[in-house]
């Protein structure tokens, strides 16, 4: 299958690179420097030209508090960049894979959300990644994929930016680490994710939307002392609590996402653990 990648340089974009490129799979790679996504013309003439039969949309602006600054930066990148994906997939009868984020729900729920429990975005960031997944579903076929807590990193690429990141490299550094104790989130393995987009792009499963994380919950504070055990550390772990930092964007206490419909067709996530484990072990190895 040909597949055009876009944002392939990034932390998810160059894992699922290296899983479709492993499975067999014609890979287009498109980076920031190659391809304008908020140009509509641009897209259109790039995608025509590549005639991919997927376009995976793996481009976005990430910077949760810098978007309260930057409202338009994030629309356009997380939005309408989107909507202009989602009209070339139309132009070329490719299927589209667009990634979303937990932060599309307010955090007050005391269950595990669902794909079809409503949504609440509170932060200009959350705002324009709803709307993103509006724009993505006008394509004729198209996965949105809710993501969460990326951590991992192809072997070579860029370094891995993120939470995850940031707490194994204090642990291992002996530097104190401080992470919420009241935040609970389902985390996201790259790699996991990466395998999961594969799966869907070469089978028949329903497009719509799926919530892409590994299987189970932690708070952050239960992840970083998991990363100390499994780095064999006595890790100096300070607990804090959102509302001491006082962020200029809200983000969701209670963000966990249940992905038994990803199930339903046939892709189980690993548990959390169980990616950290692997994780861990891959950089360790480094």
């Known amino acids: ?104 729900f307010d955090g007050t729920a005391s269950r595990p959300y669902t794909e079809d429990d409503a949504t609440n975005p509170r932060s200009t960031y959350a705002a324009s990644k709803l709307l993103g997944e509006w724009f993505a579903v006008d394509a004729p076929r198209a996965y949105v994929l809710r993501v969460e807590s990326l951590f991992g990193s192809v072997r070579g690429a860029r370094p891995a930016k993120g939470s995850v990141a940031s707490i194994l490299k204090a642990i291992q550094s002996g530097v104190e680490a401080r992470v919420f104790e009241d935040r609970t989130i389902s985390p996201t393995y790259v790699f996991d994710a990466a395998t999961a987009t594969r799966t869907l792009l070469e089978g028949s499963a329903p497009a719509g939307l799926y919530h892409c994380v590994n299987s189970g919950s932690c708070t952050w504070v239960e992840l970083a002392r998991e990363l100390a055990r499994l780095s064999g550390v006595d890790a100096k772990i300070t607990p804090v609590r959102m509302a001491d930092l006082k962020l200029p964007a809200e983000r969701p206490l209670y963000c966990v996402l249940s992905n038994a419909k990803l199930a339903s067709v046939g892709i189980t996530m690993p548990d959390w653990r169980d990616a950290l484990g692997r994780y861990a072990h891959a950089q360790i190895a480094l």
């Open 1 to 104: 299958m040909r597949i055009a990648i876009v944002g392939s340089e990034g932390q998810l974009g160059a894992a699922v690179v290296h899983e479709l490129v492993a499975g067999g799979h014609d890979v287009v790679e498109f980076t920031h420097s190659m391809l304008d996504v908020t140009s509509d013309e641009q897209v259109r003439l790039v995608m025509g030209r590549a005639e991919p039969q997927a376009i995976v949309n793996c481009a976005a602006y990430n910077d949760v508090d810098g978007a309260e600054d930057h409202p338009v930066e994030a629309l356009n990148l997380n939005a309408f960049a989107v909507r202009a994906l989602a009209r070339a997939a139309t132009a070329c009868g490719a299927t589209l894979v667009h990634y979303s984020t937990d932060f599309v």
